[in-house]
């Protein structure tokens, strides 16, 4: 399996770094200093190098260094899949009259469609605090944690699901007419069938890849497993039913519902209200119901499992960003996460204030200080 590693990444206005470079060589990249230092932004920073919004969800503006002109842009050179290459992407200054910016990729300073060109290079997982909350928060923050896992599998997955979200919204607008036509209406139903079923199909067989690899680690990992579980008609008939059986039913669906979908102002059944369900296994309950440790250990289990995941399937053992991850941990919690990224073979960035903490990642990782928007490698 070929690991993704970054050799050198570069920024540009991103953040608040104006012009910042790091060059690295091993296999745990640290990154330490004072909360506000700028560590998370890197990290946002490499997450642009896969498709989506980066870790932060963050709108392409709001990333750019407000003491600039508006333009950002990073940079990495990668070894992946395909060998040595270079990969790029940002946004150029907004020209005046408030046009709105897009996006621009490159894979060795050749222009690229989009951010999923990157997936033939690198895959990329990541854990922030961000998510610790992940399994009391409403069922949108788990289907998207969920579908950012299925993205690092199938990178194309985010498209279909921005397509699906964009028929079901003309579906919306449609109903909204009183005298809509009904030809018209059948043919978006039809499109929006076509792309839930895409949709939940892959959903479905992750899920139950990624189940079987949790069966499969419970033993052998110090972080506790989990059962997981897609609460969503549509994924769950696939198991056992024709794709073209679920999608006519769906499609049937939606045309007895447009009356109650038009009085509530949205679709009121598909793939878009799919919910993640997890049960902590060790004890097995709802992961809701566990303490926030437990709840903080199920997480990092079900990354690291994840990640095992990317490796078998995609053949590429993706980049690990763990953003402040190694805080509430004990040490003895700590060697055993370092224990098993090592076994998993990825390059791994992670970030935290007390550089004690980081004592056991082995003659293989270094630890660089950040410190207002600079980025140096510790003596």
């Given amino acids: ?23 690295t ?8 200093g004072p909360n506000g230092a700028g560590k998370t932004n890197c990290l946002e920073a490499i997450s642009f190098l896969a498709p989506g919004r980066g870790l932060r969800r963050a709108t392409l503006e709001d990333v750019a260094d407000n003491q600039g002109e508006g333009s950002w842009a990073v940079s990495a050179e990668v070894e992946g899949a395909l060998g040595l290459s270079t990969l790029g992407t940002g946004i150029e200054a907004p020209a005046q009259g408030g046009e709105s910016v897009s996006r621009r990729c490159r894979i060795d300073r050749e222009p690229v469609g989009s951010a999923a060109a990157f997936g ?19 069922a949108s923050e ?42 018209w209406c059948g043919a978006i139903e039809r499109e929006t069938a076509e792309l839930a079923v895409a949709v939940a199909a ?15 680690r419970a033993q052998g990992s110090a972080f506790p497993s989990a059962e997981i579980a897609l609460d969503g008609w549509i994924e769950n008939a696939l198991l056992s039913e024709p794709a073209t059986a679920v999608e006519d039913r769906y499609r049937e669906i939606l045309r007895l519902s447009r009356a109650r979908d038009a009085a509530a102002g949205r679709t009121l059944d598909g793939p878009h209200l799919t ?11 709802p992961a809701r119901d566990a303490s926030t440790g437990e709840q903080k250990a199920l997480l ?21 960003l763990l953003d402040e991850v190694v805080a509430h941990l004990d040490p003895n919690r700590r060697k055993a996460l370092f224990d098993e990224l090592a076994k ?11 550089p004690a903490a980081f004592v056991d990642i082995g003659a293989n990782g270094e630890i660089f200080d950040v410190e207002a928007g600079r980025i140096s490698r510790r003596g």
């Fill in 344 to 354: 998993l073979g990825a390059q791994v960035w992670m970030t935290g204030a007390d």
């Fill in 120 to 138: 033939d290079h690198l895959r990329m997982v990541w854990l922030t605090p961000a998510m610790d909350g992940l399994f009391m928060g409403a």
């Fill in 1 to 23: 399996m070929t690991p993704s590693r970054i050799h050198r990444l570069s920024l540009t206005h991103f953040r608040n770094y104006r012009a910042a470079s790091v060059s």
């Fill in 142 to 183: 788990r289907r998207r944690f969920f579908d950012r896992l299925v993205l690092a599998i199938d990178s194309e997955h985010s498209s279909r699901v921005s397509a699906l979200e964009r028929s079901l919204r003309s579906r919306n607008r449609l109903l909204e007419v009183r005298n809509y036509d009904d030809h």
């Fill in 202 to 216: 892959t959903r479905g067989q992750t899920a139950a890849r990624l189940s079987a690899m949790l069966r499969e």
């Fill in 25 to 32: 060589r091993g296999d745990v990249v640290v990154l330490v």
């Fill in 300 to 320: 990092i289990g079900l990354v690291l499992a994840h990640a095992t995941l990317v490796a078998e399937m995609t053949g590429i053992v993706p980049l690990l």
């Fill in 275 to 285: 919910d993640l369900q997890v049960v902590y296994a060790p004890k097995n309950m």
